[in-house]
């Protein structure tokens, strides 16, 4: 059993478990202050009733008018916790506080598609790739810009322009 809890400065020293695979981002401590700061709602992590974390989420808001968003920055479960719909409850979260508490038209995030797990993971939830952005990882890998509508946005302009690939056979 996991519970959902706010990020905390302490929970820093505690990601190794979770950081391990070779598609999760590890940021510098500063990064990841700079978000506990500006966005405290929108970093979670899911604790073991020994405070193991099992998995996290941090996440911000940005834009302006049509475009204000919630941004998905990282998501990653601990391998032992995978497969038990832990991610899609962390996701459930941010999306929650993004569409209630700062009234977003959309959710996006990016995601390299050699990451075929986490695409397949996100379409599920309702994602579409909007665009590619060439070079994104470290100049060598492009990444999906993945986006949902949230409730604000009922006719879903936030993806009218989508170049989602799932209909041209490109494989995600």
Not at 42 to 64: H, L, N, Q
Not at 120 to 140: D, E
Request: glycine share 6%; net charge neutral.
């Amino acid at each position: 059993m996991v519970t959902i809890r706010l990020l905390s400065v302490d929970d820093l020293f505690k990601f190794n478990n979770v950081n391990l695979d070779a598609f999760t981002e590890t940021f510098r401590t500063d990064f990841y202050l700079h978000y506990l700061t500006n966005w405290p709602e929108c970093c979670v992590v899911a604790a073991t009733p020994d405070d193991t974390i099992a998995g996290y989420i941090i996440g911000k808001v940005e834009g302006s008018n049509d475009s204000w968003h919630g941004h998905v920055t990282a998501l990653s479960i601990a391998p032992d916790f995978r497969k038990t719909g832990l991610a899609q409850r962390l996701m459930a979260y941010l999306e929650d506080v993004c569409d209630r508490i700062h009234g977003c038209f959309f959710m996006d995030l990016f995601v390299r598609p050699s990451n075929t797990v986490a695409v397949r993971f996100y379409r599920k939830l309702g994602y579409v790739v909007w665009r590619v952005v060439s070079g994104y990882y470290s100049g060598s890998e492009d990444a999906y810009d993945m986006r949902r509508p949230l409730a604000r946005d009922r006719d879903g302009k936030s993806i009218a322009d989508a170049h989602d690939f799932k209909t041209r056979g490109i494989k995600a």
